[in-house]
C-alpha cells in the first residue's frame, strides 16, 4: 500500500515541474532577448475572449443572484442523486423508491421554505 | 439492514423537519420551543429502547452499541435544556426562531451520528453536519460580535477538517480501509507501528479532532467565538460540540488506532499539560465571565484528555463520567448567565457585583456551578476529577496528575473570584432579575444533576463503564 504512494509522488513533481517550467519559460526567453517588449496600452488591458472589455470589474451583482444560486445547488444536488437512482431502479425496487421519496421530501422542505420566504419572487 | 437501528436519527430530522414547516405556516412563534423540547421525547424513547443492542448497519458503517447510545441521550438532553433555556434569549432574533431551533436539532442528529459511526468517510460527514450548522449558529445574533465569530469559526473550523481530511487520507493510505476495526487489525498485520507515514497520519488527526474539544494549539478560536456567540449557543458549543469531539476520539483511537496507543497516549498527555496550564492562566486575566468560561473550557478538555492519555478503559469510563458532570456544571453556568445578562445587558464580571441580593437563586445556582468546575466537594465537578486523576495514575502519568493538581489550585483563584464578586460587590441597582419558568426548569435540573453527581456518582459511573467497555474488542 506504502508504494502506491510513489504515484502520487510522480504527480506531484509533475505538477510542481509544470507549473514552474510555464512561469520560467518566458522568463528565460525575455532573458535571452528572444521575446521581444514593445508595451502599448491595448496589451496592456484585461484579456476577455477577444472582446472588447466593457467598463470595471468591479460591479454590483443583484443579490437575488445569491438565492438563485443556492437553489440551482438543491436542485442539482437533487438530480445528482436521482439520475443512478433511475438507472437502476429495476434493482432497488421498493426499498429504493422509499428511500427516494424522503430524500425529496426532506428537499422539498427546503423549497418550502424558500418559496414562503419570497424567494421565488423576483420584486 | 435494520433500518429501527437509526430511529434516533430519524425521528429527530423529522422533528427538525417538522419545525421548520410549522415556523413557516403558523404565526403563535412560542410553540415553536415547546414543539421543539417535547418532540425530543421521540428520539429520547426510541434511544432508550434501543440500550442493550449491539449492531451494526450500512456495511458495518453505522453502530448502535452502548457508547453511542449513552451519547445520544447525553446529546439529547444537552440539547433539551438549551432550548428550554433558549426561550429568555430568543427576542434577540425573534424573526429566525423557526430556524433557531431547527438547526439546533439538525446539530444534534449530526453529533448522534459522530457518536455512532465507525467508518471513516461517515464520521466526516457527520462532523460537516454538526460544524455546518454551528457556524451559522454562532453567527445568529447578526451583529458585528457575532458575525466576526461566525466567519471566524468558519474559516478555522474549514482549516481544521482539511487537517484532519488529511490524516484520514494517509491512514487510508496506509492501511487501504477505511472501517475503523480494520484498520486496527490492518496496522499489527502490515507492521505499520514503526512508519512515519502513520505517525504523521495520528498526529494530523489528533489536530484535526483537537480543534472540535478546543485543545491547545487548536483553542485559538474559543475565546472570540464564546464571546460573540448567542450564550445558549455557547453553552452549546462548549458541552455537545466538546462531548461529541471526545466520542469520536474516543472511537477512532482506541478502535482504528488501538495497536499505536503508546504514541498518541503520549501525544495526547504532553497536549493535555499544556491545554489545561494555557486554559488556567489566562483565564485568570479575563474581565468578560463568557470569555473567562470560554478559557475555563479548554482547561476542562485538558483534565478531559488525561482520560485519553492513560489509553485504558479506566482512562475511557473516567473521561465518559467527567464529560456528563462537565455538561451539568456548565450548562448551569450558562443557562444562570443568560437569565442575568438579559437583564443588565453585559458580560463584564464587574457588573455582576452583588448580584447575590438581587437574584439570589440565579446566584446561588452560579455560585454552586462555578464551585463545582473548581472542583470543590461535594459537587460533581469534584468527583469527575477524582475519578479522572486516579484513572491518570492508574497509567503511571503521575507527572501529568501532579500539574493538573497544580492547576486545578489556579483555577480555583480565578472561579472563587467570580463568587466573591456576586456575593461581596456592592449591588448596582435594586431592581430584581427576572426570569422565565423554562429557563428556571432547565437550572433546576442542571443544580440538581450536579448535587446528585457530586453525592451519590455510582449510578451514572457504572453507565459510563458500560459505556466504555464497548470500545475494545
Request: proline share 3%; charged share 10%.
Amino acid at each position: 500500500m506504502l508504494g502506491n504512494f510513489g504515484y502520487i509522488g510522480i504527480f506531484l513533481l509533475a505538477a510542481i515541474g509544470f507549473a514552474a517550467s510555464t512561469i520560467l519559460i518566458p522568463v528565460t526567453l525575455r532573458f535571452l532577448g528572444v521575446v521581444p517588449r514593445k508595451p502599448n496600452p491595448t496589451k496592456y488591458t484585461t484579456y476577455e475572449c477577444g472582446m472588447e472589455t466593457v467598463g470595471k470589474s468591479w460591479v454590483r451583482f443583484n443579490f437575488r443572484y445569491y438565492f438563485f444560486a443556492l437553489l440551482f445547488v438543491v436542485f442539482d444536488i437533487q438530480v445528482v442523486f436521482l439520475y443512478p437512482w433511475a438507472v437502476h431502479f429495476n434493482q432497488l425496487r421498493l426499498f429504493g423508491l422509499v428511500e427516494m421519496l424522503a430524500f425529496v421530501l426532506i428537499l422539498l422542505v427546503g423549497f418550502v421554505y424558500a418559496w414562503r420566504k419570497g424567494v421565488l419572487q423576483w420584486k | 439492514m435494520n433500518i429501527y437501528l437509526l430511529s434516533p436519527e430519524i425521528s429527530l430530522l423529522a422533528l427538525a423537519l417538522v419545525v421548520i414547516l410549522l415556523d413557516l405556516f403558523m404565526d403563535r412563534k412560542w410553540l415553536l420551543g415547546v414543539v421543539s423540547v417535547v418532540g425530543l421525547i421521540v428520539p429520547a424513547a426510541f434511544t432508550v429502547a434501543l440500550w442493550g443492542t449491539n449492531q451494526t448497519a450500512f456495511g458495518g458503517a453505522l453502530v448502535v452499541d452502548q457508547f453511542s447510545l449513552f451519547f445520544k441521550l447525553f446529546f439529547l438532553v444537552v440539547v433539551a435544556l438549551v432550548i428550554l433555556s433558549s426561550t429568555d434569549y430568543a427576542h434577540k432574533f425573534a424573526a429566525f426562531r423557526g430556524e433557531y431551533y431547527a438547526i439546533l436539532l439538525l446539530a444534534t442528529t449530526g453529533m448522534m451520528l459522530m457518536a455512532s459511526t465507525r467508518e471513516l468517510i461517515s464520521i466526516y460527514v457527520a462532523l460537516e453536519l454538526t460544524g455546518i450548522s454551528l457556524y451559522v449558529l454562532t453567527g445568529f445574533l447578526k451583529d458585528d460580535k457575532s458575525s466576526e465569530a461566525g466567519l471566524k469559526y468558519l474559516l478555522l473550523g474549514a482549516v481544521a477538517s482539511a487537517v484532519l481530511l488529511y490524516g484520514m487520507a494517509l491512514v487510508f493510505g496506509l492501511t487501504g480501509t477505511t472501517h475503523l476495526r480494520e484498520i486496527a487489525t490492518a496496522i499489527s498485520a502490515e507492521g505499520l507501528l514503526s512508519s512515519p507515514a502513520l505517525l504523521m497520519g495520528i498526529v494530523l488527526l489528533v489536530a484535526g479532532f483537537g480543534f472540535k474539544i478546543a485543545a491547545v494549539p487548536f483553542q485559538m478560536w474559543v475565546p472570540d467565538v464564546y464571546e460573540g456567540a448567542p450564550t445558549p449557543v455557547t453553552a452549546y458549543l462548549s458541552v455537545a460540540s466538546k462531548a461529541a469531539g471526545f466520542a469520536v476520539i474516543l472511537r477512532v483511537f482506541y478502535e482504528a488506532l488501538g495497536p499505536a496507543s503508546l504514541d498518541w497516549g503520549m501525544i495526547f498527555a504532553v497536549i493535555a499539560a499544556i491545554t489545561m496550564t494555557v486554559g488556567n492562566v489566562v483565564a485568570i486575566a479575563q474581565s468578560n465571565i463568557k470569555r473567562m468560561l470560554g478559557y475555563s473550557s479548554i482547561a476542562q478538555a485538558g483534565y478531559l484528555m488525561i482520560g485519553l492519555a492513560a489509553a485504558s478503559t479506566t482512562g475511557s469510563s473516567a473521561l465518559v463520567f467527567f464529560l456528563v458532570c462537565y455538561a451539568f456544571t456548565n450548562l448551569g453556568a450558562f443557562i444562570a448567565i443568560i437569565a442575568i445578562s438579559n437583564k443588565i445587558d453585559s458580560d463584564q464580571i464587574a457588573d455582576y457585583s452583588g448580584m447575590a441580593r438581587r437574584a439570589p437563586l440565579l446566584s446561588l445556582a452560579l455560585a454552586l456551578c462555578l464551585i463545582s468546575l473548581a472542583g470543590i466537594p461535594p459537587t460533581a465537578g469534584f468527583m469527575a476529577k477524582l475519578y479522572i486523576f486516579s484513572a491518570g495514575i492508574d497509567s503511571g502519568l503521575v507527572w501529568l496528575v501532579i500539574i493538573a493538581v497544580i492547576n486545578t489550585v489556579i483555577a480555583a483563584y480565578y472561579y472563587l473570584r467570580v463568587v466573591r464578586v456576586i456575593y461581596l460587590g456592592a449591588p448596582l441597582s435594586e431592581e430584581r432579575v427576572p426570569s422565565s419558568g423554562a429557563l428556571r426548569a432547565a437550572l433546576s435540573f442542571a443544580c440538581l444533576g450536579v448535587l446528585a453527581l457530586g453525592i451519590y456518582p455510582w449510578m451514572v459511573l457504572r453507565i459510563a463503564e458500560v459505556a466504555a467497555s464497548m470500545l475494545l474488542p
